[in-house]
């Protein structure tokens, strides 16, 4: 099974595109933004932090920053809430000067959930929520039922009620987010901000996080969270952020900043960008660094689909010589065998792979050391491909879904699949480098 946290959204990401239909096609050039940044600069400890920052954010978007440690995330986050000032430039949240506020205005405007998650009392879980009524309260004013009803309805939503009395102290950190988050929404701000929401949970609470934040920027809430998982931002935000060296290197939707080049150049790391087989997202999936060109043999993929890719990109930067096919013309996974230079089998676009074709794939799978087939979906067009699979010495099959969801051939295809299942190596992406080089040796005779 696959340790993918955005697979556990699947069944979300339709719903989510419909939710987010009415967001403005560029986030950051809305007709009233939410957010204004001009030319922000920060300098701290004699270093330049942040260089000339300059975004408009609109209304109920989702908004990422990601980027690596030291590039300004945080510090962003802080000029953004009104806590840290700017060296030069101006912010305006709502359309206020944001530090020209008090800090109680400034609080009315905008909610922040910070990074850790420890807290230094026990106070129960309850009145952590209710500090969040703080900015809306003179020093002498009474509890009201709207400071009641504000907290009694961010509990309710994420899904602390059950946990009021206990000390907070003494719930798990995943509980704590919430409670945090719940604290967040008692403040009644259009604006949240988050710090590394999902960092040291586990896959399930990563993804509800994002699932609640997704579903307050739905009705309105502008979102800004700083995001080490790439993936999970691609996913979930209407626009990325990707900030380097205190500066924006690229900003715009997920497929537009999440290109290899920038990542390159941000992270200063190879990586592989397609599309995730399940939710359709912008997948991330850096190279291993022991892809260093010194493997030898030849592997042949089967894939589709932007199926493929991956394994692609990481087998050559491993330096496997490479064919691929058959492929439609135009498909992802042809496009990427281009890239590295496969030896490629294609077919005309939507066209099935005819006789011809499967003689050159069969060929193809005659030559190579070893042969993987990726979580390609399989219908009768593309069957040939398989069937000429089962003729290799050497098989490797990546599996990240049931082969019963991505089966289009019937009982002819799950035939054939049990055979090649019966006589490869299953295996997740993440082991595919090191059996196939395995399997290469064993070829070899070494």
């Known amino acids: 099974m696959s340790n993918d946290p955005t697979e556990h959204a699947a069944d979300h990401s339709t719903d989510r595109s419909a939710d987010h239909a009415a967001v403005a096609d560029d986030p950051f050039t809305a007709s009233k933004p939410a957010i204004e940044l001009d030319d922000v600069s920060v300098s701290l400890g004699g270093q330049t932090v942040l260089d000339g920052i300059s975004a408009d954010i609109g209304d109920g978007t989702f908004v990422g920053l990601i980027g690596p440690n030291g590039a300004g995330k945080t510090t962003l986050l802080r000029i953004l809430n009104g806590s840290l000032s700017p060296?030069?430039?101006?912010?305006?949240?709502?359309?206020?000067?944001?530090?020209?506020?008090?800090?109680?205005?400034?609080?009315?405007?905008?909610?922040?959930?910070?990074?850790?998650?420890?807290?230094?009392?026990?106070f129960p879980v309850r009145e952590v929520v209710r500090m969040g009524r703080t900015p809306h309260r003179g020093r002498f004013d009474g509890w009201s039922e709207d400071d009641e009803a504000a907290v009694e309805a961010a509990m309710r939503r994420t899904s602390v009620a059950a946990l009021?009395?206990?000390?907070?102290?003494?719930?798990?950190?995943?509980?704590?987010?919430?409670?945090?988050?719940a604290r967040a929404l008692a403040q009644q701000t259009p604006t949240l901000l988050l710090d590394e929401p999902t960092a040291s949970l586990d896959i399930n609470h990563q993804v509800r996080t994002l699932e609640l934040v997704d579903d307050l920027?739905?009705?309105?809430?502008?979102?800004?969270?700083?995001?080490h998982d790439l993936n999970l931002a691609a996913h979930y935000c209407d626009a990325l952020i990707l900030l380097a060296n205190g500066r924006i290197l690229s900003a715009g939707d997920p497929a537009t900043v999440l290109s290899e080049s920038n990542l390159r150049e941000a992270f200063d790391a190879e990586a592989v960008v397609s599309r995730h087989p399940v939710t359709g997202s912008v997948y991330v999936t850096a190279l291993p660094s022991s892809a260093s060109a010194d493997a030898t043999g030849r592997v042949h993929v089967v894939g589709g689909g932007g199926t493929a890719a991956r394994s692609l990109h990481v087998l050559s930067a491993a330096g496997y010589a490479l064919s691929a096919g058959a492929l439609n013309e135009g498909d992802t996974d042809a496009e990427a065998a281009r890239r590295v230079g496969a030896d490629l089998v294609t077919v005309p676009p939507y066209a099935p792979v005819d006789h011809a074709a499967q003689s050159a794939v069969e060929s193809r799978v005659k030559a190579a050391d070893v042969t993987v087939v990726a979580d390609v979906e399989v219908g009768e067009g593309n069957l040939a491909n398989l069937e000429a699979a089962a003729a290799?010495?050497?098989?490797?099959?990546?599996?990240?879904?049931?082969?019963?969801?991505?089966?289009?051939?019937?009982?002819?295809?799950?035939?054939?699949?049990?055979?090649?299942r019966e006589r490869g190596h299953v295996v997740e992406p993440s082991e595919l480098l090191s059996v196939v080089g395995e399997l290469a040796c064993e070829a070899a005779g070494e």
Do not use: M, W
């Not at 290799?392 to 049990?418: I, T």
């Open 164 to 181: 009021a009395e206990r000390p907070v102290t003494e719930i798990s950190g995943g509980e704590r987010q919430r409670v945090l988050i």
């Open 392 to 420: 290799a010495d050497y098989l490797v099959l990546v599996e990240e879904r049931p082969f019963s969801e991505r089966n289009y051939a019937g009982d002819a295809g799950r035939a054939v699949y049990e055979q090649l």
């Open 87 to 122: 060296n030069s430039g101006r912010v305006h949240v709502a359309g206020e000067d944001i530090h020209a506020l008090s800090s109680k205005a400034a609080s009315r405007l905008v909610a922040t959930v910070p990074q850790t998650t420890a807290v230094t009392f026990d």
């Open 217 to 227: 920027v739905g009705e309105g809430t502008t979102a800004v969270a700083a995001i």
